[in-house]
T-cell receptor, first 109, second 115 residues
Framework: QQPVQSPQAVILREGEDAVINCSSS?????VHWYRQKHGEAPVFLMILLKGGEQKGHDKISASFNEKKQQSSLYLTASQLSYSGTYFC??????????FGAGTTVTVRA | ETGVTQTPRHLVMGMTNKKSLKCEQH?????MYWYKQSAKKPLELMFVYSLEERVENNSVPSRFSPECPNSSHLFLHLHTLQPEDSALYLC??????????????FGEGSRLTVL
């Protein structure tokens, strides 16, 4: 079962913040976030394991609410380099990492 | 330079052709994956190999046939494909198949067009 991401797309100006949400109808063991720039391979951002921990990578952070089966990715003070498509991947303790349809982020000067 | 290399980067084939996609990882990982990426759709897991053994076949049609001769190489053999199989095929690797323990390293993909 693939997770649902929202919004589908967001346009930001440099310095603005954004939140990308990822939700699942099934219990989750972990949530993964990746970013893919046009014509490039998806690149790993972070993994969140069940336990409600929050992680950060530079000014990109994420939270995982296992009770709600949701994760949110926070882009703070966005930079031009943050543009790309963000995918969440969810995993239920098996070999399968199911990805959402992606959220396209465009950061403009 | 990516640790996962895919060839060819672009492939155009007819519905009756037979071709293969190749993936090579230089990271010493034990697990390799094939994903399909179609426009406006989520990444779809196709196959998972752990230590050269297939551990997942995600209901993929038999016209796609994977092969993992060793932990560094993964192939996807294609035959009698359909136009709807046109997509970007991504290979990935990880330290092991327990995805919750680490990241996937993706290649840049093979763009397949079926005429």
């Amino acid at each position: 079962q693939q997770p649902v991401q929202s919004p589908q797309a967001v346009i930001l100006r440099e310095g603005e913040d954004a939140v990308i949400n990822c939700s699942s109808s099934k219990a989750l063991y972990s949530v993964h976030w990746y970013r893919q720039k046009h014509g490039e391979a998806p690149v790993f951002l972070m993994i969140l394991l069940k336990g409600g921990e929050q992680k950060g990578h530079d000014k990109i952070s994420a939270s995982f609410n296992e009770k709600k089966q949701q994760s949110s990715l926070y882009l703070t003070a966005s930079q031009l380099s943050y543009s790309g498509t963000y995918f969440c991947g969810t995993e239920r303790g098996d070999y399968k990492l199911s990805f959402g349809a992606g959220t396209t982020v465009t950061v403009r000067a | 330079e990516t640790g996962v290399t895919q060839t060819p980067r672009h492939l155009v084939m007819g519905m009756t052709n037979k071709k293969s996609l190749k993936c090579e990882q230089h990271l010493g990982h034990n697990a390799m994956y094939w994903y399909k990426q179609s426009a406006k759709k989520p990444l779809e897991l196709m196959f998972v190999y752990s230590l050269e053994e297939r551990v997942e076949n995600n209901s993929v049609p038999s016209r796609f046939s994977p092969e993992c001769p060793n932990s560094s190489h993964l192939f996807l053999h294609l035959h009698t494909l359909q136009p709807e199989d046109s997509a970007l095929y991504l290979c990935a690797s990880s330290q092991d198949a327990r995805v919750n323990t680490g990241e996937l390293f993706f290649g840049e993909g093979s763009r397949l067009t079926v005429l």
